[in-house]
């Protein structure tokens, strides 16, 4: 064991406390995409998009919490807001009000080059951030031969 496992284990033996323990800590990612829990199909944003675009030509992302299960959306529980990213590019960010608007969005996006996957984050007020990723691949220009 290395030091900050050992760190991590001394912490939760004094404290009682963790962030395993904690929805609250950190992205909440599924563990396998093929058997979601009741609580990821509620939580886990879904990109929808082009498998292939071209560079700095327009398409739309339609981001959706509660594709899969419908999520609550009242005063005391919703979800808060939703971003996107090309990998580690922000993109757009959206607040919801709970209750009066639904956490589905979509939206014109341009990309100049591959930065990565598209990564949508969406925050729930009582369960935490979750993260949903759709690859997608940039067509690059034609190399013009003289
Ligand atoms: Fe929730």
Redesign the pocket.
Known sequence: MDIVENVKKEVIEMTGYSCEQDILCGVRMPKDVNTLSELEQ??LPVISAPEKVKRNEAFEVTIEVGKLKT??NEPG?FIEWVELYSKDTFLFRMSLSGSLSQPKVTIPIKLTHAHGPLKAWAK?N??GLWEGIKDIEVESYAILEE
């Open positions: 509620k939580h999520h609550p529980h729930c009582l369960h």
